[in-house]
């Protein structure tokens, strides 16, 4: 375990937890690496980076190196029921009304076309108590009309985001319909452009939107993706999403993970809060050394599942496996910071009961990666029209949600299938499921718990 602490930043540590021995001839190893940040978020430290170098540039009050845009969807469908676009505004208002005194912020209104509602001219508000009622007053402009084009929204706010001398940058994204008016290639290139440039929380407000659209933005650009079946709970979701997007202190923090000679990468999984696959985004960092983004960080806890392949070795050799390091850039191109450091060890025994024992949290995290993965393929089976398949696939989800003490996901479940026997896994699929319950089990399917200690 190593710590990295300097003054009004958040300190963090890196635990390991393994089972270092293997059988003769074993060669996987899993380790749960749990990051944990504390004393940044709550206490309106400064960033890691300094002034003057482009990245942390700042005037001393407390939320002065962050800066968030707001897309909020106006299409025509926003409009039906008017709750909607009501809720729309509101919660927009209770966002702005959540920013900390000093951050850049601009309101982006998505159509099939990106506009600027405020400030507008390409800038952003500083805000206070002027330009919160300022921004407030653009809102009640809003109205709906036109289609839905994502990737326009995404591009106007990195551009927007990128004029700001800040180190966080952040967007909150609401949507009620599919992404009709523009390819899936367009999303995939904007995304795939805004990457690593601003995190982005995204939201679908009703049941006429994509779940797999909504999530892959979430997902690509390190943020969360949420259902909000009601609009009139929209308010309170935007205010806690602005409030998480306002404790964070330090960002473009990667786990970089380095491996000898003849070590090959499996995978690289963010496992809690969320199940979230980062194998592929993997990028070099000097020998043998691949970096793996993790975003911005607040006071939070996360863990994170390594899986490497070693040479095989005889009974009594060891060697290290991997070294799990977490590091942010340095803007002015010198050296990374190492915010924390952990071991990754493999031992070979001929002790069976060392060798064969799993570890409780890889045990556990290794369940909650299959709990989402058959969530997803029992609702797509479902949506098929595979009944028989969907039926097996949600029954697992049921026996494992219950095994690992997921209430929240078992919950959900439960909405979607009839529960004969929780601990077998025996299902019986309902006749009539709301959409709101399908799309939020879906929605919500990659959320995990941690192991009970």
Known sequence: MANFSKSNVPQFSVDVYQNEYLPEGGR??????????????TTGGAALTEPGHGHGHGTGTGGSDAAVVIMVDCSGSMEYPPTKMRGAREATAAAIDALRDGTSFAVVAGTHVAAEVFPGNGRLAV?????????????RRLTAGGGTAIGTWLRLADRLLGSAEVSIRHGILLTDGRNEHESPED???????????FTCDARGV???WEVKEVTGIASALLGTADIVADPTGLAADFTTMMENAMGKEVADVALRLWTPVGVEIVFVKQVAPTVEDLTGRRTEAGPRAGDYPTGSWGDESRDYHVCVRVPQAGIGQEMLAARVSLIVPDPAGSAPTTLGQGLVRAVWTDDMAMSTSINPQVAHYTGQAELAQVIQQGLDA?????????TAKLGRAVQLAAASGNADTAKLLSKVVDVVDAATGTVRLKAKVADADEMTLETRSTKTVRVKK
Do not use: F, N, W
């Not at 996987?28 to 504390?38: C, D, F, L, Q, R």
């Not at 999303?187 to 440039?197: K, M, V």
């Open 28 to 41: 996987e190893v899993s380790a749960i690496v749990t990051v944990t940040s504390t004393g940044g978020g």
């Open 127 to 139: 805000a206070g108590p002027a330009t919160r009622g300022q921004a407030k007053d653009a809102l």
């Open 187 to 197: 999303l995939r290139a904007a995304l795939d452009a805004c990457a690593g440039r």
């Open 206 to 208: 009703g049941t006429d």
């Open 382 to 390: 479902r949506k098929a029209g595979d009944h028989d398949g969907a």
